[in-house]
């Protein structure tokens, strides 16, 4: 499974991105996918989730702010980030977990897209 992500940038506070991450695979089905980030402290945390069925999880830092949304028909998953801050600054990961015959495969993580908040 690769991971392609992109979208991220450079934006004041109080602005607006969109990542987007698709992922390619010849032989996996894609279960659950998300959004992690790395921040200044190294430590990569939770930022959103979404399973192939639509269900979504938030850190609770983003909620109401940030929306997740999935297409599978191109195996793509994408983060709407409003009312950005600076403390959202990161470098994003977008992440899947695969099945096939009945195993789970993974965690696959993509390439990280930086995201950078101006105060």
């Known amino acids: 499974v690769q991971l392609q992500a992109s979208g991220g940038g450079l934006v004041q506070a109080g602005g607006s991105l969109r990542l987007s991450c698709a992922a390619s695979?010849?032989?996996?089905?894609?279960?659950?996918m998300g959004w992690f980030r790395q921040g200044p402290d190294n430590q990569r945390a939770l930022v959103a989730t979404?399973?192939?069925?639509?269900?979504?999880n938030y850190a609770d830092s983003v909620k109401g702010r940030f929306t997740i949304s999935r297409d599978n028909a191109k195996v793509a998953i994408y983060l709407e980030m409003n009312n950005l801050k600076p403390e959202d600054t990161a470098v994003y990961y977008c992440?899947?977990?695969?099945?096939?015959?009945?195993?789970?495969?993974?965690?696959?993580w993509g390439q990280g897209t930086l995201v950078t908040v101006s105060s």
């Open positions: 979404i399973t192939d069925d639509g269900n979504t």
């Open positions: 992440r899947a977990d695969a099945y096939r015959n009945g195993l789970r495969y993974g965690p696959y």
């Open positions: 695979t010849r032989i996996m089905s894609i279960t659950t």
